[in-house]
């Protein structure tokens, strides 16, 4: 079975609040696009979980479709069953964008069905909460309204415009952005109707740029463009375009140094409707 593993980005990412544990309670619009990893999956009868290639500098137990395909073990209705598992990697690390986060997801979905555990799309959603806030998203598969710690969705039907989505040559610390004394973390709560309507901003922006140098030149580049926005606690940053052509003339003035992708958004993750096919194809 082979799958994409979408990105996503947060169209606004509002910091409501700080719980006693640390974490922060937030509102943010998931958009996935269909900018994608792939990932290959043959299940094996040696009870092995086996990932290539190996990612420099992350541990195969840190790494989180190992995770994820390791919570998923205890699930399976033959104990022998394992998986060798393939990843072709095109989203960067350290984006913003859930690379890790979805290719978490996209190994729940996919072993689930490979190794029949029957479990249903809010199981395992649960089950990739312990992984990461952003994997149910990715789980559930939809563009969403998200709350709480980022756990607490519903699902939405979002404009799908084209994006620029740019990147600059660093690697941004989500736990430096989160644990800075300057980040904003009182904006007022809106309704998902206000979301929907009128946008917002990104709590996380101007703590970014004031560490990240590069994020801070990229966003002034990008912004004499259109309405550029952080993603997430970035590095990444993008604008939307109503006209694919828009996005590709933007893209071709990027300089070399930054990487820059043409995208759409999708309300339906690409992973589900592969996997869907998947399914149709290999029914009975």
Known sequence: MKLPSPAKLNLFLHIIGQRKNGYHDLQTLFQIIDLCDQLTFAINHDNVIRLSPAIEGVALEDNLIYK????????????????????????????????????????????NTLWECHLSLPELAEIGLQLGADVPVFVMGH?????????????????????????PNCH????????????????????????????GHNDCLNVVRKHNPQVDEAYLWLKNHGDAKLTGTGACLFIAFNHKQDAERVKALTPEKWQAWVCQGCNLS?????????????RG
């Open 68 to 111: 994820a395909a390791s919570l998923l073990q205890k699930h399976r209705q033959d104990t022998s069953l394992g998986a060798d598992i393939f990843l072709e990697k095109q989203l960067p690390m350290g984006g913003g964008i859930g690379g890790g986060s979805s290719n978490a997801a996209t190994t729940l979905l996919a072993l």
């Open 172 to 199: 941004v610390s989500t736990g430096q952005i989160f644990t800075d004394k300057y980040l904003t973390r009182d904006t007022p709560p809106i309704k998902i109707s206000h979301a929907l309507k009128l946008g």
């Open 143 to 167: 563009s969403a309204f998200a709350e709480g710690v980022g756990e607490r969705l519903q699902k939405v039907e979002l404009e799908t415009p084209y994006f620029l989505l740019l990147k």
């Open 270 to 282: 690409p992973t589900h409707y592969a996997l869907n096919q998947w399914i149709e194809q290999n």
